[in-house]
């Protein structure tokens, strides 16, 4: 039998790489930024570029060098390439005698609404390096701290004894956070800080956070001037110079925490130029940003053709993300569907569908919506199972509908579940008798997955105001917990068009939506979901997030199942546009009117290959739907074109429907090839047909049977494959 891995089960939260996979490109016209006429300030060398982007201009403050001291200038553009210098520099070097009185230098800048404040480096002498802090209210013009420098060099024998510079601060959860370089004379290597205030610093205990290359390796002497990034999923990002003397490149790592770092390991990731270039010999001292639709990083870099100081100017490259990576997404029904179903004269008789599924090494747990038909509302019920097929329901149903005049009193639908060790969390769609369009999404809590505590405050995301795209409702939505942050994409809509939606979250219940949403679009005019766009299911394998919705040309029915990939969980490439990759079933099949009213994947790795499970919500009316299986790559044998899902063990499936006039499916499966005898009997023992006399490979394989030439009564079906032997009863009502 076969034994599968689950890598994607309840919390999901994964280490990521994701944006080391990238390639940058230099502007071919660099230098965008260059060293002043004779007699400038900055005539010799300009260097250490920190970029802002206000959402209408670039704000850069760099070093410039005129043979006499370093200082520090400013200057602006509105495409990133174009600059205009001010009357520099903005904040010269300090009087005779005092600690910054020849080299003002490495600025780093925030803004915080009200006031500039820059960081940088100083001395009076090569080894005398330390760091200050200035502030401006438009700037350019600057005052420097009083009580300068803010952060000075280590005690003897520690990593930073003998000088200190290149400060990267941000301002965190209501703490200033800076990396910075420091020296023993031997190896410069990054640090962290941390302050109340921006001047008051204490150095980080693990210090260095990140350290100089083992002998060797292309940063093995320096590990310098950090810039530091952090992304809507909570990772850090940080590029750093490396390299011995002065022929240095850009280097990469990341964090989750901004102390504890892991270098890239295809480091440098971006280097010198070719021979002849500006920028031959030294590419490095960057500033980088997210760039503006955050779909890629901008990166301006100091460069040179000279192995000294001479002639340093500064350039340009971008970079994206990076492409998502996608499956192959060749989807095949379990034969034996639909393996969910409502129940005859229960409260779920009419329809089961939008279900949340973790599996815990042990038991597959679902929770799903279920519907008697009497336009009474949903309730949400859960059942579990050891197979993933074969389910049991428990204790249902385990979250109902609001008292009177609540938000969710006519029904609560579609629930998403996570599990964090301790307690179990349920994001669902409530409904209140004022109409349909009325979704919004709640929030509750479980101790045992089956007890239910709704939060006092729901609901935890409501509709969009008046003329946005999620105006009139929200709801089917789907959340994963990312890197310490919990992202939820969710349907909504205006009355007339149904898109996806993005919002994080730090606690689950408080939410910001994105201001790129709708972050899944409708297709073309003309296309197989130009109307609507729905029901999302994610996926994220630690480099791509994979997303399969419901699509239509209609506002509701034949829903058919899309599949788009993104990097960062906002910007989305479609990989079905022409076509859905789930289609309807065939007609008169169970679910030939919709195949995505609820989406669940699994991914599972079963020796060394990838393979995707799907329980989907289909239907062949509208609001009568029941919860079927498919299986994509590995987990399928084939024979006459027939893909079917292995099974583990030889078995025999009630035939569908029962009872039946006058045809009927019997579903069987194999463990591994046998020669298989299928036969019919009447109720006295007499064969009445034989379906089947041949050999039969491993996997899942369906039969008809039509019994047109029979009259009412019960029958048996048997089988012999090997030696296993089963038999089933029947009944056929003419």
């Not at 289609?583 to 609820?598: I, R």
Request: glycine letters at 12%; hydrophobic letters at 30%.
């Amino acid at each position: 039998m076969v034994k599968f891995l689950v890598i994607v089960v309840m919390v999901l939260s994964i280490t990521t790489q994701a944006y080391s996979q990238i390639e940058w490109t230099k502007y071919p016209n660099n230098p965008v930024l260059k060293r002043g006429a004779n007699g400038t300030w900055d005539d010799q060398l300009i260097a250490n570029p920190y970029v802002l982007f206000d959402g209408s201009k670039y704000h850069m403050w760099y070093s410039g060098y005129d043979g006499n001291g370093t200082s520090i200038g400013y200057a602006s553009s509105s495409d990133k390439i174009n600059w205009t210098k001010h009357s520099n520099p903005v904040l010269d070097n300090g009087p005779g005698g005092s600690w910054d009185d020849f080299v003002v230098y490495q600025p780093s800048v925030i803004f915080d609404g009200d006031m500039y404040h820059m960081w940088f480096a100083g001395h009076n002498g090569p080894n005398n390096r330390q760091i200050g802090y200035a502030t401006s209210p438009d700037s350019i013009s600057w005052t420097k701290h009083t009580g300068n420098p803010v952060m000075r060099p280590g005690s003897s024998g520690n990593w930073d004894d003998l000088w200190v510079d290149s400060p990267e601060v941000l301002f965190i959860d209501g703490v200033y956070h800076m990396w910075y370089s420091g020296s023993d004379g031997t190896n410069t290597q990054t640090g962290h800080a941390i302050s109340p205030d921006g001047i008051n610093w204490t150095k980080d205990s693990l210090n260095p956070v990140l350290k100089s290359g083992a002998t060797g390796e292309w940063d093995t002497q320096n590990v310098t001037q950090p810039t530091v990034l952090i992304d809507q999923y909570s990772v850090y990002h940080m590029f750093y110079s490396g390299g011995v003397q002065f022929e240095w490149s850009m280097g990469y790592a990341y964090s989750m925490d901004g102390y504890n770092w892991i270098k890239y390991s295809g480091n440098p990731v971006l280097t010198p130029g070719v021979g002849g270039s500006w920028d031959d010999t030294f590419t490095g001292l960057a500033g980088v940003l997210f760039n503006e639709d955050s779909t890629g990083f901008d990166m301006w870099y100091t460069g040179s053709n000279s192995n000294t100081t001479e002639g340093w100017e500064i350039g340009y490259a971008s970079a994206p993300f990076g492409e998502p990576k996608s499956f192959d997404n060749t989807w095949y029904r379990y034969p034996d569907n639909p393996v969910f179903k409502g129940r005859d004269g229960a409260w779920d008789r009419a329809s089961v569908y939008n279900h949340s599924i973790i599996f815990d090494e042990e038991t597959y747990h679902m929770w799903y919506s279920g519907y008697d038909g009497e336009n009474s509302g949903s309730r949400i019920g859960y059942a579990y199972s050891d197979n993933g097929m074969e389910w049991e329901r428990e204790n249902n149903p385990v979250l109902n509908k609001g008292t009177n005049n609540s938000w969710d009193n006519f029904s609560v639908q579609q629930p998403c579940v996570l599990y964090d060790g301790t307690t179990w969390h349920m994001w669902y769609t409530g409904i209140n008798t004022a109409g349909l369009a009325t979704r919004r999404i709640g929030y509750a809590t479980s101790p045992d997955s089956i007890s239910w505590t709704k939060y006092g405050n729901n609901p935890v995301l409501e509709p969009g105001q008046a003329g946005s795209w999620d105006e009139q409702w929200v709801g089917w939505c789907k959340v994963l917990f990312v890197n310490g942050r919990y992202h939820m994409w969710y349907s909504g809509g205006n009355g007339t068009e149904i898109q996806i939606g993005h919002a994080t979250s730090r606690d689950g219940i408080t939410w910001q939506k994105d201001p790129f949403n709708p972050v899944l679009t409708l297709g073309s005019s003309g296309a197989w979901d130009d109307l609507t766009i729905t029901n999302p299911a994610i996926l994220y394998d630690g480099q791509t997030f994979h997303l399969w919705y419901g699509g239509a040309q209609t506002v509701y029915g034949d829903w058919k199942t899309g599949y788009a990939v993104s990097v960062d969980g906002r910007h989305w490439k479609k990989i079905s546009e022409e076509s859905p990759v789930m289609d309807l079933g065939s007609a008169g099949a169970w679910d030939d009117k919709y195949v995505t009213h609820g989406i669940e994947i699994m991914m599972e790795i079963v020796d060394g290959d990838t393979l995707l499970k799907m329980w989907y919500g289909g239907g062949a009316e509208v609001n009568k739907g029941s919860i079927g299986f498919a299986a994509s790559d590995v987990f399928v044998s084939v024979e006459d074109d027939n893909l079917n899902v292995i099974p583990g063990d030889f078995s025999l499936s009630q035939n569908y429907p029962n009872p039946f006039n006058p045809t009927t499916t019997i579903n069987y499966s194999l463990s591994h090839t046998s020669d298989v005898k299928i036969e019919i009997f009447n109720i006295l023992g007499s064969k009445v047909a034989t379906l089947d006399n041949t050999k039969k490979s491993a996997g899942t394989h369906t039969i008809n049977f039509n019994a047109s030439n029979l009259p009412s009564g019960v029958y048996l079906y048997r089988i012999q494959a090997g030696e296993y032997i089963d038999v089933k009863k029947m009944v056929l009502m003419k």
